[in-house]
């Protein structure tokens, strides 16, 4: 398709909202890696960024995680790690509903321009966390606080108040070849 690039926007239907909600989903390879390259452009504007990581323990130390501090994010890792390597599920519910009571609060403090909810899809999907609950703090928040929300599987009550959702789509991915996960690529 040979579509001529456009040369104009009609500017004059743009409109200022305060915040905006935005979904990064999929079955791809991506979707945290582009809430951090958001987290970064925010911090670079001056705005106050918390990150809370809904899967990965504090023992995990990713790239993303180093660069956020030296940007002063303020970052948890409220996970206890992979499900598959869990040795009590109720357990790492109730670490999923710390992290939700965290990433809550810090929604409502309204102190944070932008607040990360990295992998909290699965916490909804598995009925860790109740998704209605999410959806009216998410209605709720202060209006200058932006959310960025990341996972697989994101429920349709979450897409549908989120003003951008992205679906990130497997291609290839080099872990179905056997390729073991790289750090300063997937972490």
Known sequence: MNEAPPTDI????LRAVPSLILVNT??????????????????????????????????????EEQVARRLDVDWWSIGDGFTWDSENLDESAAIAQEAWAKAKGLIEAGEHRLVILDE???????????????????????EKVNVIITGRDCPDAIMEIADTVTEMRSVRHAFDDGVAAKKGIDY
């Open 10 to 13: 009609e500017r004059t239907k």
């Open 26 to 63: 999929g079955d791809g390879k991506g979707k945290t890696t582009a809430a951090m390259g958001v987290m970064i452009r925010a911090a670079a504007m001056g705005w106050k960024v918390a990150v809370v990581q809904f899967l990965k323990s504090g023992d995990w130390h990713s790239g």
């Open 120 to 142: 909290i899809t699965y916490a909804m999907t598995w009925e860790w966390i109740d998704t209605d609950e999410v959806v009216a703090s998410l209605q709720a928040r202060p």
